[in-house]
């Protein structure tokens, strides 16, 4: 039985995993969809057996009397809608990006400390069961206590194409920062939910697609509070050789003083110790919806901690770390040098 009333704001491509996780967790029900285009928002109550849609925020918080709202829209937006949900007193979670620039992020930290409402940022990668199954693995020093390197190499094979993107997300094409402020943010997040905090990046930045304008290439090093190192080597223009690059989005090695994990591109774990073979972890995940049922995951962690008032993994002032990450990377690769974060 439905616990929570929400509703939801936006209809575009990632829209659909939100909406199709939502009609799976029992604890919800959503009351409203909003979208600029109503058509599109009426589209989407018809389809999932939502309530009713709206073009009007505003007035379907006033009616509809949530208890959160899903902010599914640019990163442009958030501010002012979560401006808005404040003022009506309605919980948030909200895709990532949280905001175009660092200070905008912090001006909705500051937004949310000063109020009564939770919020929560989407950040689903973290909840990619794969990850959430080596975090495990780690917590439990299978290959020691001492982490020597993370590694994540990306291969989209989505980018390199005269009309790349323009199939399921063309404003790709228009973004100045694609590679690292749309992806990479993901990448940033897991790397501190399985190394810890970044103390230091180093980037190396390219557009390799001359039709598009902003970077579809990067190296990136990265230092660890805890000495270890990582490096991430994403790419969105050459091709991956797995049958679905888009399940994992990357492979990972992880070495200790013990030995080494590895994530293959089909969701396979395997642990090496030193002096031994490679062997299979067995564990299990669903390949539904959205990369391992990911986006299921993190909105089904945001409805149990609304319900139990404890903690979210990504409340806004977890998530602002990220966007400082992000900013330095950019900086690095505009200056050449390393940067201290």
């Known amino acids: 039985m439905a616990q929570l009333k929400g509703v939801c704001i936006g209809a575009g491509y990632f829209g659909q995993f939100h909406f199709e996780a939502w009609q799976r967790i029992d604890e919800v029900e959503i009351v409203g969809v909003c979208d600029a285009v109503k058509e599109r928002a009426e589209e989407i109550v018809k389809t999932y057996g939502f309530k009713k849609a709206y ?17 599914i829209t640019p ?43 939770r919020m929560m940022v989407h950040e689903n990668f973290r909840f990619q069961p794969w990850h959430r199954e080596l975090k495990k ?129 089909d969701g396979k774990i395997t642990i090496q110790l030193l002096g031994e073979n490679e062997k299979e972890h067995e564990y299990s995940f669903n390949n539904q919806n959205f990369s391992g049922d990911c986006v299921f995951a993190t909105q089904h962690h945001f409805v149990l901690n609304l319900i139990s008032e404890t903690p979210f993994e990504t409340d806004v002032s977890n998530y602002i770390p990220n966007i400082l990450v992000l900013e330095k990377i950019y900086e690095s690769s505009k200056n050449g040098v390393p940067v201290k974060i």
């Open 55 to 71: 073009a009007n925020v505003e007035e379907m918080f006033r009616l509809e009397k949530p208890d959160f709202v899903d902010i």
């Open 75 to 117: 990163p442009e937006s958030h501010l002012e809608l979560c401006k808005l949900a404040v003022a009506h007193n309605i919980d948030i979670i909200c895709q990532k990006p949280l905001a175009p620039t660092l200070e905008e992020a912090r001006k909705i930290e500051s937004l949310i400390a000063a109020s009564n409402v």
């Open 137 to 265: 693995l780690l917590e439990t020093n299978v290959i020691g206590d001492k982490l020597h390197t993370i590694n994540l190499r990306m291969r989209m094979g989505d980018g390199w194409q005269t009309d790349a993107y323009m199939n399921r997300q063309p404003y790709f094409r228009e973004m100045e920062r694609l590679l690292i402020y749309e992806t990479g943010i993901h990448f940033i997040d897991v790397f501190r939910y399985l190394a810890g905090e970044i103390t230091e990046v180093y980037a190396k930045l390219r557009t390799l697609n001359s039709n598009i304008k902003g970077e579809d290439f990067a190296w990136v090093h990265f230092d660890f509070e805890n000495g270890g190192l990582g490096f991430l080597d994403a790419n969105r223009y050459n091709e991956n050789t797995s049958e679905d690059p888009r399940l994992t989005f990357g492979a990972v090695l992880i070495e200790g003083d013990k030995g080494s994990l590895r994530l293959y591109d």
